[in-house]
């Protein structure tokens, strides 16, 4: 295995040298999506949720919200 970046290509590590490959899991969505009735309006939306039940093993950093 080698790294790159800008300053170039790291020399091939060596077999078993225990270098870890991270395979990305998708976080579970957001569950009991709720809107808030009481500042929902015509120009405004209000929700709620709580986050699902696994966040595939690293923490979640933001929601996506589209309108369509």
Do not use: H, Q
């Amino acid at each position: 295995m080698t790294a790159t970046n800008i300053m170039g290509t790291s020399e091939v590590s060596d077999v078993g040298c225990g270098a870890r490959i991270f395979i990305p899991v998708l976080p579970d969505p957001p569950r009991n999506l709720e809107n808030n009735a009481d500042v929902t309006n015509k120009s405004r939306a209000s929700f709620s949720w709580i986050d699902g039940v696994s966040n595939g093993g690293k923490p979640i950093l933001n929601y996506r919200v589209s309108y369509d």
